[in-house]
């Protein structure tokens, strides 16, 4: 078939050294849901090493043949397109601040015999950023440089070393064939009533879903796995209509999405619920009105029916045997809250905003120092009896790891500088997505609502302090990017 269409038309094999960091990307990207969300240690010095070892063989300087190019004979140097990429500037200077941060602490942890402790004040350079000296295996700066280091080197690699739209589409579909498979177990889990993780890791079994130990998290991730499948079902879809072709695998990337979707549904997250649906109803408009305001030619719509047919009759029967009315009766709960003001997590997350606020304007410029959210809010947190000792002043203190709310967060750790950094990051690669017409393409457009969905989850809850979620998500936005960029070459 190829010989009969010429070679033009033929397509041709991916170069090695861009074969090799596909899959080293892939596993990166699979590894982190995989590995109870990345939350551990252990998982993160792997996730460092697999980032900094796919980020070296993306700057290999490679030498293409007739067999991988048809241009001819060439030597492509790959060091240009990164200095010219301002997410690596960008992220290298946010790198250098945290790294200063923990250099340069202001305070340090002291533990007391009966496991309490308190923080003595330090020497340190006072017109430089501040950090907290506290352990390193429980959080500060250093663990979040390298969280943070794992998602800079992963994106800079992507952008620098995938040079084909195969394979950007390939990265995406190991990250939605592993979500779907995951997906699955999350099932397997919910339907025989574990209460653990994988059937042999203790974990909490009101909170986690599949081997991702948050069901917040879990909903985010999801989310993601949801929008891709449908970028890449859409485009398979849109490509096999216009080539007239029997096949597709429009159909399976449809099936994953639905799986994922149904896995948000059952994770009982709330926000992550809320979304998908808005998500969905959204998608659904914009793909009906793109089906029927597009040439016909090729088009079997019966099918499209048929398979939207399946698909509710799935969902209804998944409905029954899965109990979605929890999830109906949790989001008519969380609205009940907001409505009234009062009780349950809303107000607690409300209060803890307010606490994290008043954390941050202490130290608004250079922040508290990354990492250091947990060990200095106490000190602010008391100020709120409802979010310090909800049984009374005699009762145990709450705890808070993370303010559930990153933006705030955000700016509580690392200031106005640091949140100056990240708005910076943002821009650039929104501004890499839109500028080659990303958003006038349905698949992209479709990638980039996942990706908003994360944003707007983030302001009630912590998503981007999830190393699965975050690396997931500066995937999706390089990919995207990326993607748009190339479907311009052709």
């Known amino acids: 078939m190829s010989h009969f269409r010429g070679d033009a038309r033929a397509p041709l094999p991916l170069h090695p050294l861009e074969k090799a960091l596909v899959i080293i990307a892939g596993t990166q990207l699979v590894f982190m849901p995989w590995a109870l969300g990345t939350m551990h240690l252990w998982s993160q010095l792997i996730v460092l090493g697999l980032a900094a070892l796919g980020f070296s063989i993306a700057l290999i300087p490679r030498h293409y043949t007739s067999d991988y190019a048809r241009e001819g004979e060439f030597r492509l140097l790959m060091w240009p397109k990164l200095v010219r990429f301002p997410i690596f500037w960008l992220g290298l200077a946010l790198m250098v601040y945290i790294t200063i941060q923990a250099l340069n602490p202001s305070y340090g942890y002291v533990q007391f015999p009966n496991g309490s402790y308190t923080f003595r004040s330090l020497d340190h350079v006072t017109w430089l950023p501040t950090g907290i000296e506290a352990p390193f295996a429980q959080m500060n700066a250093w663990r979040m440089l390298i969280i943070y280091a794992g998602a800079w080197l992963l994106a800079c690699s992507l952008w620098v070393g995938l040079t084909r739209r195969n394979a950007v589409q390939a990265v995406l579909a190991t990250v939605v064939i592993s979500g779907a498979v995951l997906g699955l177990v999350a099932i397997l889990q919910r339907v025989t009533g574990t209460s653990d993780i994988l059937w042999f890791i203790k974990g909490k079994p009101s909170y986690f879903v599949g081997t991702i130990i948050y069901k917040n998290h879990a909903g985010a991730y999801f989310n993601l796995v949801v929008t891709m499948a449908a970028a890449l079902g859409l485009w398979h879809y849109h490509r096999s209509s216009r080539r007239h072709a029997r096949n597709s695998p429009a159909p399976v990337f449809a099936f994953c999405g639905l799986i994922a979707g149904v896995v948000v549904l059952i994770s009982y997250s709330r926000a992550a619920t809320f979304l998908l649906l808005a998500f969905s109803l959204i998608g659904l408009i914009v793909f009906f009105v793109w089906l029927f305001s597009s040439a016909k030619e090729g088009r079997n719509n019966a099918v499209v029916f048929v398979l939207c047919g399946v698909f509710v009759v799935f969902v209804g029967l998944g409905a029954y045997f899965l109990k979605f009315d929890r999830t109906i009766d949790r989001l008519g709960n969380a609205f009940a809250q907001v409505q009234s003001?009062?009780?349950?997590?809303?107000?607690?997350?409300?209060?803890?905003?307010?606490?994290?606020?008043?954390?941050?304007?202490?130290?608004?410029?250079?922040?508290?120092?990354?990492?250091?959210?947990?060990?200095?809010?106490?000190?602010?947190?008391?100020?709120?009896?409802?979010?310090?000792?909800?049984?009374?002043?005699?009762?145990?203190?709450?705890?808070?790891?993370?303010a559930h709310n990153d933006y705030l967060q955000g700016i509580a750790e690392l200031g106005i500088i640091g949140a100056v950094l990240g708005l910076a990051l943002l821009a650039a690669g929104a501004i890499n997505l839109i500028r080659p017409g990303g958003l006038t393409r349905p698949p992209i457009l479709l990638l980039a609502g996942g990706l908003l969905m994360t944003l707007a989850h983030s302001s009630i809850d912590f998503n981007f302090y999830n190393p699965a979620v975050l690396c997931t998500w500066v995937a999706a936005l390089v990919l995207a990017g990326r993607w748009a960029e190339l479907e311009n070459r052709r």
């Open 341 to 402: 003001g009062e009780g349950g997590s809303y107000t607690s997350r409300q209060l803890a905003a307010h606490a994290t606020w008043d954390m941050a304007q202490a130290q608004l410029t250079t922040g508290w120092g990354a990492g250091g959210f947990r060990w200095m809010f106490p000190a602010y947190q008391q100020h709120y009896p409802a979010i310090y000792r909800p049984h009374g002043p005699n009762g145990p203190m709450m705890f808070w790891e993370y």
